[in-house]
């Protein structure tokens, strides 16, 4: 079995390689406030960023903060948000969520991890995308590629997210962790595809023990 020692070394040298790859991407997802963020994660549970961003770019101007998904009828909001599919599921988290935050904190988004995931709807992912993207705290955050990413490359034998999250921050220091995260999903979107992972052009291809699946 691999040493945690060599799975550093690896996890450093696949940085480095990504690094200068990808400078271009950005997080897709569109908003102007940490509450909008919030919602925008929500939403994109197995929805694509650009459809959310189509959904939003209405739905934002509707729905002002918290306090106007509070008061909406969860009929018409489930409507609204309804082409990120899970809808029933979504605006009941969405509506829950803005509840507990002008209940709580004033109608504002916390800034801290603990708090964060207190919030209807909100796990560890959805947490660690706010913290990083508005309070720039460090995280690492575990969607559909980094899950598949972090498998294929060996830096993780666990299935739930929490579990790949810890076993992904022993491999670099802190301040790499958001931008490590960042790598794995657009190398996941560009490269290593769920389906037909493209080995054949993959610059960390000899950093990598999945080569041949
Ligand atoms: S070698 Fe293949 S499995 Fe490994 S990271 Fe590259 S594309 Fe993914």
């Excluded at 929805?47 to 998904?69: A, H, I, M, S």
């Amino acid at each position: 079995m691999e040493s945690l020692k060599k799975k550093k070394q690896r996890a450093e040298k696949i940085f480095e390689i990504l690094d200068p790859l990808y400078t271009t991407e950005k997080t897709a997802l569109k908003y102007s406030t940490p509450f909008e963020l919030l919602v925008s994660t929500i939403l994109s549970a197995q929805c694509t960023d650009e459809r959310v961003n189509q959904v939003t770019k209405v739905l934002f101007k509707k729905y002002k903060g918290p306090e106007d998904f509070v008061k909406a009828p969860i009929s018409e909001l489930e409507e609204d948000i309804r082409p990120t599919g899970f809808f029933r599921n979504k605006a009941k988290s969405i509506k829950a969520c803005s509840q507990a935050l002008v209940e709580k904190y004033n109608g504002e988004v916390p800034s801290t991890m603990e708090e964060l995931i207190k919030l209807p709807g909100v796990g560890r992912k959805t947490a660690n995308c706010v913290l990083g993207a508005v309070f720039d705290v460090p995280g690492i955050v575990v969607d559909t590629h980094v899950k598949r990413l972090a498998k294929r490359l060996g830096f993780t034998d666990n299935t739930d997210p929490d579990k790949i999250e810890k076993d992904l921050e022993k491999l670099l220091p802190k301040d790499k962790w958001r931008r490590f995260s960042d790598l794995l999903i657009y190398h996941g979107r560009a490269v290593c595809k769920s389906r037909k992972p493209d080995h054949a052009h993959c610059p960390i291809f000899h950093l990598c023990p999945s080569k041949e699946i």
